[in-house]
């Protein structure tokens, strides 16, 4: 067992001398007894300042150091070895499809809405067992991912072809002053009959071309809903859907709350 190593004090040691010290005692730590190598894990730790666990750590690391880098002055501080992926590449590429089938979910809904959607990218035609990477044992790794997991494994997808949202409202100065503001603090409505109204655009990640609109009214107090699809947000398409919606709504409408876009903020819609 090597000498007791002299206490430097507050002078402390450059980062070269400690891995020197680590490599004058790695040889003896090996060999030593159990309660040897806590003597010597305490000299370690006096002169070098580093905790116990950093310092077991490299002369573990200087013990497993090949022969023919002795003089080496260059160590490894870590050699945790990286964590290998617990599901397979296959399942890991089919993740990638039904994200971006499910119109990028996020972890959370994907993984508790992952059976339906492999039932049906399955029916659709998609998804064929023992045919491209699908198979039954990537199906049970899906089904298996936790929603952390799959975020994890989505996320340098998403950095590189994200799917956004993309906003159709355009501001409407028309009529703003004579149509009564609804604030967010007003009081809820008691009894049903009050409209939340809005349109959404099934576009995908982009507003090229002809796409697909609906507009949504939902009552607030019982939140009963109706949906009518529309070609586009022109003011004939917009003024069919509430004549419908106000055939089929089972009870007398009683007012509407909508966003400031033009195609409801104007005098067709108003009168």
């Known amino acids: 067992m090597p000498a007791t190593i002299r206490d430097m004090g507050d002078e402390g040691l450059s980062m070269q001398a400690r891995f020197e010290v680590t490599k004058k005692y790695a040889a003896a730590y090996e060999s030593a007894s159990k309660k040897q190598k806590g003597i010597i894990l305490d000299q370690v730790v006096a002169v070098t300042g580093w905790n116990r666990d950093h310092a077991r750590q490299q002369l573990r690391a200087r013990m497993r150091q090949p022969k023919g880098r002795a003089t080496a002055t260059v160590a490894v501080i870590d050699r945790r070895r990286t964590k290998g992926c617990k599901y397979s590449y296959n399942a890991r590429k089919v993740l990638q499809s039904v994200w971006a ?25 998609s998804l064929v067992e023992d045919q491209g990477r699908y198979n039954a044992e990537v199906r049970a790794e899906l089904l298996a991912m936790s929603a952390a997991t799959i975020d994890r494994y989505l996320a340098p997808t998403k950095a590189t072809d994200p ?22 603090g007003d009081e809820v409505e008691t009894e049903p009959g009050f409209f939340e109204v809005d349109t ?31 070609r586009n947000n022109a003011a004939v398409h917009v003024l069919g859907a509430f004549d419908h919606f106000i055939d089929q709504v089972p009870y007398m409408v009683t007012g509407i709350d909508c966003d400031n876009g033009s195609e409801f903020i104007n005098h067709d819609l108003i009168g």
């Open 101 to 125: 089938t499910s119109g990028g979910l996020c972890g959370k809904y994907l993984a508790a809405s992952m059976a339906s959607w492999l039932q049906a990218m399955e029916a659709e035609g």
């Open 163 to 184: 799917i956004r949202g993309k906003s159709t409202t355009r501001p409407g100065t028309l009529l703003r002053n004579s149509i009564t503001i609804r604030k967010a």
């Open 200 to 230: 959404v655009a099934h576009c995908g990640p982009t507003l090229k071309g002809e796409f697909c609109r609906s507009v949504n009214f939902t009552d607030l107090h019982t939140g009963w809903v109706f949906t009518r699809a529309i």
